[in-house]
């Protein structure tokens, strides 16, 4: 059975930085395709970032030049680094395994500040 587990989310001014971990088990994370998504209160959950088992990396316009996707294979760990966080940025973001089974973290809170 594959969990996601996120963590690092929290309240940061417009302009800070965060950096969101997603730790996964029953699975290893280098041989998966992997995604991070958001969900504005009110809207509908929205693809972020993804990084496949091939180490190709796709981001959303809205976040390209700003976030950076990666994951450290010894921790079997997929990383969000988030910079220069605007205050549409706020809301939760969810890791998931994308091909195959999908499976989807619980998610974790970001609120960005003006």
């Known amino acids: 059975q594959v969990q996601l587990v996120e963590s690092g989310g929290g309240l940061v001014q417009a302009g800070g930085s965060l950096r969101l971990s997603c730790a996964a088990s029953g699975t290893i994370l280098s041989r998966e395709t992997m995604a991070w998504y958001r969900q504005a209160p009110g809207k509908q959950r929205e693809f972020v970032a993804l990084?496949?088992?091939?180490?190709?990396?796709n981001y959303a316009d809205s976040v390209k030049g700003r976030f950076t996707i990666s994951r450290e294979n010894a921790k079997n760990t997929m990383y969000l680094q988030m910079n220069s966080l605007k205050p549409e940025d706020t809301g939760v973001y969810y890791c998931?395994?994308?091909?195959?089974?999908?499976?989807w973290g619980q998610g974790t809170q970001v609120t960005v500040s003006s």
């Open positions: 990084i496949s088992s091939g180490g190709n990396i």
């Open positions: 998931a395994k994308v091909m195959g089974d999908v499976y």
